[in-house]
């Protein structure tokens, strides 16, 4: 069983710093691609930001130059650091990794159950 779980998320004010993180357990052997996705209210869930167990990272045109993604693969661990935050960016973050159970195993997809950030005028 493979869990992800995401903390970190809270209340600030635009122009302001927040730092998500997101720790993968279980019987994990690696994963290959980690990434943020996020989900404001009446909209679809988009992709913020992934970082590959190689450390190659892209991010969503709306966040470039204020959010940095970074993993540590022998933890299982992934964060992102946002920085000038704004309002735009309130919703609810999510932690995604493609993770392979064994040798064997292609990757398959598991999410955490997100961690809500708001940005404040």
């Known amino acids: 069983q493979v869990q992800l779980v995401e903390s970190g998320g809270g209340l600030v004010q635009a122009g302001g710093s927040l730092r998500l993180s997101c720790a993968a357990s279980g019987s994990i052997f690696s994963i290959p691609v980690m990434a943020w996705y996020r989900q404001a209210p009446g909209k679809q869930r988009e992709l913020v930001a992934t970082i590959t167990s190689g450390g190659n990272t892209n991010y969503a045109n709306s966040v470039k130059g204020r959010f940095t993604i970074s993993a540590d693969n022998a933890k299982n661990t992934m964060s992102l650091q946002m920085n000038s935050l704004e309002l735009e960016d309130t919703a609810v973050y999510y932690c995604?990794?493609?993770?392979?159970?064994?040798?064997?195993?292609?990757?398959?997809?598991?999410w955490g159950q997100g961690t809500q950030v708001t940005v404040s005028s």
């Open positions: 995604n990794g493609d993770v392979r159970l064994s040798r064997y195993s292609t990757a398959r997809p598991y």
